[in-house]
């Protein structure tokens, strides 16, 4: 038996499951094409980061900071939790700002969006010096990551995170997109042979996306195997996917 990764690339109306040998960039090129227009929301496994991606727009998850940041305060002493703890604040005025954006201004906006961007940037300059490894290490993946984490203010429609295609609620359905497909290869379920893990993307593809379309996901199915004619296809209308690998 070989192994294999479970990819779950996932919008608000269409989610598309992969079971792949490779954990590469190659998987998200093959799925989302290398003309992507949308907007790449992950984590920041080193895949994304790939050349061939360079020139995409994204968005790096907050909820993965936040859970960083959040051991850190607990595990830091004296100092060395003050920069954990400063960084938390920042990203969360950066979600209370995105849910504040309707009711200010454009300039009342963009003020307090420089000034987050400021602080954040003198935050994490490469300039100063951490007496702690792990606060450094943190700061340098931020420098890293530094243009692709405020594109949810910038964009519309963009989410800060990508629990959508992990494990909290979302409006669609009632978990993430990856924990359902998690639990049923756990289970046993069609990935013990190249076919089986074919079949069970597939069919796991097809009924997620039914249910977020508003479909009976069990009658949509029965419809494909028993209708005479040919069905409507599933809607493909286009909004910035989150993707997560496993």
Request: glycine share 4%; with cysteine.
């Amino acid at each position: 038996m070989l192994s294999a990764w479970l990819w779950v690339f996932t919008s608000r109306t269409i989610t598309v499951y992969t079971i792949e040998e490779s954990r590469s960039h190659e998987v998200v090129v093959e799925i989302l094409g290398e003309e992507f227009s949308g907007v790449l929301t992950s984590d920041c496994f080193t895949a994304y980061d790939h050349r061939t991606l360079a020139k995409w727009l994204k968005q790096k998850c907050f909820a993965h900071f936040l859970h960083e940041l959040s051991k850190l305060s607990q595990e830091k002493k004296r100092g060395a939790v003050r920069f954990p703890r400063e960084l938390v604040a920042i990203l969360r005025e950066a979600l209370e700002l995105e849910e504040e954006k309707p009711r200010l201004s454009e300039a009342e906006f963009q003020g307090c969006f420089q000034g987050l961007e400021e602080r954040l940037d003198a935050l994490i300059a490469a300039r100063r010096q951490f007496s702690d490894p792990d606060n450094a290490r943190l700061a340098k993946r931020l420098r890293k990551q530094r243009e692709h984490l405020f594109t949810f203010l910038e964009m519309e429609g963009v989410e800060a995170t990508n629990n959508r295609a992990e494990r909290l609620p979302v409006p669609a359905w009632q978990t993430g997109a990856l924990r359902p497909a998690v639990i049923v290869r756990k289970t046993g379920g069609c990935n013990r042979t190249p076919t089986g893990a074919q079949t069970h993307s597939i069919l796991a593809s097809l009924l997620v996306t039914a249910k977020q379309q508003g479909q009976d996901p069990l009658d949509y199915l029965a419809k494909v195997l028993t209708a005479r004619e040919e069905l409507p296809p599933l809607h493909l209308q286009r909004s910035p996917p989150a993707v997560e690998p496993a």
